[in-house]
């Protein structure tokens, strides 16, 4: 009798890669629209201003990334974002030798968030929603109260600025930052024993407590980290933007989980692809940029937002991994059904 034949590796990586397919698609399409519709989106300028603004995004959905492999989401993002830019600025006061010592309380406070976030979330069990959202809140009240009374019309230290704003090979240094943050999560997720145990607690918590895996502190872990590159994507926009407003974290509440969804990721946990979470970012940056040049209304902005980020879910890698394995199981050969028949007639 034949033996059932076990799915060949090229099959299983077609598998967990098509999950990744849609941004890749997506991309494709917005530059063959942009082309026909709106060229200008494609010019020089263009893409040197979607470059530092697709980066703030790229950054911080690589932070709402590293949630969401463990399952859970985070809505504190504008209030850490906003929280990390304004004490940056205030500890610094315009001042260039105060800068370092600025830009590290920032991003301890940052980690702070994300810390309190993981113990309440990891450590307590409680519901990841609630309690980023309410922490999230707490941040904001903090961040406008240090604003007012420390940051108000405060300059970003002028050494910050001419670091970011400054070219390598033609683009601004700061989308070189979040090229890198890329390529240390990809190395680390792909090369490293840690990154493959982060996502496999992720995508089994159970299955990883039983084999002694720390669950908890694989959370905790996740929103510490996720807080940090929150806070540097945003000392990294307000020394682009040269000041600090109150509202400078708002735009990237639900921005970064849109690029997550739409760069495949599962939101049960477990796999995501730093790369494709990188390129979605740049997708939506854009996507926005297109719309603007065809002068289209901020209401309209919102909509086809609001429709790309549905069409993100209807083809989420969930679903996808779901209909190719559908597929693979109706285009399954005869003699491996017909095999399986014959097992179970010999057990007889």
Do not use: H
């Amino acid at each position: 009798m034949s033996r059932p034949r076990t799915p060949s590796s090229a099959v299983t990586s077609f598998v967990v890669a098509s999950r990744y397919l849609p941004v890749y698609v997506a991309i494709a399409l917005l530059v063959v629209v942009a082309s026909i519709w709106a060229p200008a989106t494609l010019s020089g300028p263009a893409l040197n201003s979607i470059a530092p603004f697709g980066t703030f995004l790229a950054i911080t959905a690589l932070g709402q990334m590293l949630v969401i492999m463990t399952g859970g989401i985070d809505l504190s993002v504008p209030g850490t974002f906003t929280l990390a830019a304004v004490v940056t600025v205030g500890l610094a006061q315009g001042a260039d030798d105060r800068l370092w010592p600025a830009i590290a309380v920032a991003l301890a406070l940052a980690a702070l968030v994300g810390l309190i976030n993981g113990i309440l979330i990891g450590g307590l069990g409680l519901n990841a929603l609630i309690v980023t959202l309410a922490v999230g809140q707490i941040v904001t009240g903090i961040a406008i109260r240090y604003y007012t009374s420390e940051a108000i019309q405060t300059p970003v230290p002028a050494k910050l600025s001419a670091w970011t704003s400054a070219r390598f090979l033609g683009v601004t240094r700061t989308f070189w930052v979040g090229v890198a943050l890329t390529a240390v999560l990809i190395v680390i997720f792909r090369f490293t024993t840690p990154g493959r145990r982060f996502q496999v607690v992720g995508a089994n918590p159970t299955a990883s407590r039983i084999a002694g895996l720390r669950v908890n502190l694989n959370q905790m872990s996740a929103y510490v980290l996720a807080s940090i590159l929150y806070g540097v994507a945003g000392i990294l926009l307000a020394a682009v933007l040269r000041t600090v407003s109150i509202t400078i974290g708002a735009p990237y509440l639900l921005g970064p989980i849109a690029a997550v969804v739409i760069g495949g990721a599962s939101l049960t946990g477990g796999l995501a692809s730093p790369l494709s979470t990188w390129a979605a970012a740049f997708f939506l940056a854009g996507l926005n940029q297109m719309m603007r040049v065809m002068g289209l209304p901020t209401a309209l902005q919102f909509v086809v937002f609001g429709i790309v980020i549905i069409g993100g879910m209807l083809v989420s890698g969930d679903r996808i991994i779901r209909g190719v394995e559908q597929v693979l199981r109706e285009r399954k050969p005869p003699d491996v059904a017909e095999a399986r028949a014959v097992g179970a007639g010999d057990g007889m």
